[in-house]
């Protein structure tokens, strides 16, 4: 199996940070000192130029990169790498006085003031020729320095703006993709409510002061947003390519965040990236917000199935949750630790230093206001330092799943959208999470997948809420579970098509009535205090929130409602189809029916964890490897000593000893690195 470095000629695990030595020009002793402090700190890669547009270019076309060339050049000699951003995510105040059309307007149709940062027009052909320029020189002067390792893209893009040019070319795309008013009216449904359209330039995007019952308007703006977004960027990679066509481009992304749809935005970067702000609280509850966590990795391994980055986290506190409680000693080492055994190459943090000033001045980052090493937490970073130095061998290695979660976002946009069931409260990722959290806790490596992905190399594939089924994903369910695979659906599936228009004839959609051997009839919604009972094997579970009433065709029935009016109708089923199996949940719960389905699913598709050994609650072992090591990151998240055993014998990582598997001894919040 080839391993896939992110930086070939760097292949060490990337450590470091956001860091803003332009808000410290005027200060040479503060940047000496973050020189040495990079290096005690086993710091080797740092994130420069991220909001540094003003100081590059002061005023129109004059440029001043006094303080990147010092950077470029301090870092290199003290052994480190860059990564260069792009400075898009907040532009010079003379650039948004001279040309409002880069200021963002809102759904409301107000105009933004200039101010805070990502929240430009990304139609703007002014801004896309700004950005282009001062993109350009960047790579004219740093691609050839040899601390340059990636372009970092803006920052988190995201957001979305209705001016009238972003207008336009909404309408262009709709154009585009529907070819003729009547096509679109057709799709749209519009007929509804005499929403007919009767020329193109009626259209507007949907507005809480405009259009938003037309639902699949509002699919489609969201659909266009990402496009507009994934166009803006790629006008930013073009810049940069021009001058260094090997040097690997990413943008930092943020988890299940629904204002993109990330599979999109992943086709045109080199190398995934994304920012992790858990709430660890140092209680019972990180167990279940680490199982939360260790999914948004997965997804971010999945875009691209390979090594990615974990761009942002925090060595302490954030600034911008209600509460920003600091972690607990220990907890930086083992949730950064959590993002290497998931497939991250890199723990990086915002930020660096603290800044004096504005609004992020009490934002956790590894050098503190006292600007020296004598903190709880530079001394906690210094340790993940060395720790991360000693994983170079682990750099590039793959995750092999054979368990995988079905997740897309235009999916979650729709039945989000939808007026029906707990109308503001559809819970689909809480859902997702309940299947998660089963394959987790058991150390079962599990890609989080869509629609296009290839299904053939699982085994086992669960499909939590996928209330839209097109053509093309109900044939390839369909093959899957032909050709041998296991398939587990839920309530609210298949109900409408890529447009969001119903399917008639019956749910789920098509052949998939087929394959699951089930028709799903209606679906009651219960209050938050109701609930129904479902009996499986003299073990009861309560359903909750969302109930399909659903009949067996030829699907057998495993367990049944026992009570209101639907008593006895079928609650959990599997149907034979080819050489496969499609189960069906009809009923929503609290993980309990979740956790028993899913292992006993995991017994049936003999899908075992590579650690092989009993997990105790808290924690859990997710797998690496090269194709000939197996390498185990056992990691312990509560806040107890836990042990455990494992068939195998072990060595560790870090100092070759051996490890014993049949007795495993984890101290609170400790990971174990192990080779076999
Ligand atoms: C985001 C941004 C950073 C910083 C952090 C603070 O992830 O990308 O610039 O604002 O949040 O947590
Ligand atoms: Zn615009």
Same mark, same amino acid.
């Given at each position: 199996m080839k391993k896939d470095i992110i930086c070939p000629d760097f292949p060490h695990i990337l450590h470091g940070g956001d860091y803003n030595p332009d808000q410290w020009s005027d200060c040479p002793d503060v940047l000496e000192e973050d020189m040495r402090l990079m290096k005690l700190s086993g710091c080797n890669t740092m994130t420069v130029g991220i909001f540094s547009w003003a100081k590059l270019e002061p005023s129109e076309g004059v440029f001043d990169f006094s303080f990147l060339d010092k950077t470029f050049d301090d870092v290199y000699r003290n052994g480190g790498r860059i990564i260069l951003a792009?400075?898009?995510?907040a532009r010079p105040a003379w650039l948004s006085q001279k040309y409002p059309e880069v200021l963002r307007t809102f759904s409301d149709r107000r105009t933004a003031l200039h101010g805070k940062r990502h929240n430009h027009c990304y139609t703007s052909p002014l801004y896309l020729e700004k950005t282009a320029i001062i993109n350009g020189k960047l790579a004219e002067r740093y691609g050839k320095h040899p601390a340059l390792i990636m372009w970092h893209l803006s920052n988190e893009y995201g957001g979305e703006c209705h001016c009238a040019l972003c207008r336009e070319a909404f309408r262009n795309w709709l154009k585009a993709k529907y070819g003729s008013l009547d096509n679109l009216n057709k799709q749209w449904w519009t007929s509804f409510w005499a929403h007919t359209y009767t020329d193109w330039s009626q259209i507007e995007p949907p507005s809480h002061i405009g259009e938003d019952c037309v639902h699949g308007l509002t699919l489609d703006w969201k659909r266009f947003v990402t496009h507009q977004t994934a166009d803006f960027m790629r006008h930013e990679i073009e810049s940069v390519r021009k001058y260094t066509p090997d040097i690997p481009v990413t943008t930092n992304l943020m988890g299940f965040y629904q204002g993109l749809d990330y599979r999109e935005i992943s086709k045109y970067i080199d190398v995934v990236s994304w920012d992790n702000y858990p709430s660890w *609280?140092?209680?019972?509850?990180d167990i279940d917000l680490a199982s939360e966590i260790a999914c948004v990795h997965d997804l971010n391994r999945s875009l691209k199935h390979k090594p990615f980055m974990m761009m942002e986290s925090t060595p302490s506190c954030v600034n911008w949750k209600p509460f920003n409680k600091l972690k607990r000693p220990g907890q930086h080492m083992l949730s950064s630790l959590q993002a290497i055994a998931h497939g991250s190459d890199t723990v990086q943090y915002f930020q660096w230093r603290k800044s004096r000033?504005?609004?992020? *001045?009490f934002h956790g980052a590894v050098v503190d206001h006292v600007g020296n090493e004598n903190t709880r937490v530079f001394r906690e970073v210094s340790e993940l330092g060395k720790r991360l130095s000693k994983l170079d061998q682990i750099v590039g290695t793959q995750t092999v799943a054979k368990a995988a979660i079905l997740y897309d976002w235009s999916n979650q946009w729709a039945l989000d959208d939808a007026n029906a069931f707990c109308k503001d409260n559809k819970k689909l990722l809480p859902t997702l999470n309940n299947f998660y959290r089963p394959l987790w806790k058991r150390g079962i490596n599990t890609d989080i997948i869509g629609f296009e992905d290839n299904f053939d190399k699982y085994s086992l594939i669960i499909a939590p809420m996928i209330y839209m089924v097109d053509g093309r994903l109900e044939k390839k369910i369909a093959d899957f579970v032909e050709t041998g695979g296991t398939f587990l659906a839920t309530y609210v599936f298949g109900l409408v098509n890529e447009n969001d228009l119903c399917h008639l004839g019956g749910t789920p959609c098509g052949s998939l009535k087929k394959v699951f051997g089930i028709i799903s009839e209606e679906t009651d919604t219960l209050y938050p205090d109701e609930s129904n009972k479902v009996t499986m094997d003299d073990k009861t579970f309560t359903a909750v929130d969302l109930c399909d009433l659903i009949h067996a065709e030829t699907a057998d029935v495993l367990a049944n409602y026992s009570s209101d009016f639907y008593t006895g109708m079928p609650a959990f089923t599997v149907n034979r189809y080819g050489k496969g199996k499609a189960y069906f949940i009809a009923f929503r719960d609290k993980g309990d029916f979740a956790d028993t389905v899913v292992s006993k699913l995991l017994s049936e598709c003999h899908i075992t964890s590579d650690f092989d050994g009993e997990l105790p609650y808290g924690m859990t072992a997710h797998s690496r490897t090269d194709g000939d090591s197996i390498y185990v990151f056992l990691e312990n998240f509560s806040s107890s000593e836990l042990s455990t055993s494992s068939k195998f014998n072990w060595t560790k990582v870090e100092d070759g000893s051996a490890v014993t598997g049949s007795k495993i001894n984890l101290k609170p919040y400790e990971t174990l690195i192990l080779k076999r």
């Open positions: 792009t400075p898009s995510g *609280k140092g209680d019972g509850s000033g504005c609004s992020e *001045k």
